[in-house]
């Protein structure tokens, strides 16, 4: 199976996902919510106007548009990809959010799963990734992208594997408060 930073996401926040999700394959229906079909609709647009701007304050030289990226573990689509002016490349991606002096673990790890599928695809390092935060005037945050994280990444796509390859039942999260609102908390056992 080729994960997508998704699968991670929901990986890290409970390995149960996976589990329920792609093992037994019970979805998760949860509805379309407001936050996330209006984030897909400003995502669309700011694909479409010239954001020039950003890329020269970065000192970006190249760029490439929503790009669909794979490697043999793992696809997702950039944003934007774009090659700096030392040499190194970076993904850039749009939220639907306000920036409040606080980058979710989700948009962090986002990138980084985009950080490997660039240096994969395209040859070159990623250290650094950036968001555009829509609500707060778009407003640009560097995100740097070590080793360490890209490789964190690539153990929880082992995981996921060892998962649903291996039919294997893990552990819950170690963060209960995470069960409140988990779509599978009426049918997990703890």
Known sequence: MVVTPSHIIEYLFCPRFTW???????????????????????HDLKLAQ????????????????????????????VD???????????????????????????YKT???????LIEENFGKPVKKGFLVYT??????????IPDSDKNEVKECVMEIDKIIAGNFYPKATKYKKRCLTCTYRNICTK
């Open 110 to 116: 986002q990138l980084y799963c985009y950080a490997w």
């Open 135 to 144: 609500r707060s005037k778009n407003k640009l945050v560097e995100i740097e």
């Open 80 to 106: 934007e990809v774009l090659l700096l002016a030392d040499g190194t490349m970076a993904p850039l991606d749009y939220k639907f959010a306000r920036f409040e002096d606080k980058i979710y673990s989700t």
């Open 20 to 42: 329920f999700e792609y093992v037994l394959a019970i979805p998760q229906y949860e509805g379309r919510h407001y936050k996330v079909e209006k984030g897909r609709n400003v």
């Open 50 to 77: 010239n954001k020039e701007y950003l890329r020269k304050r970065i000192g970006a030289k190249e760029k490439w548009l929503d790009q669909y990226l794979t490697n043999d573990l793992m696809r997702g689509k």
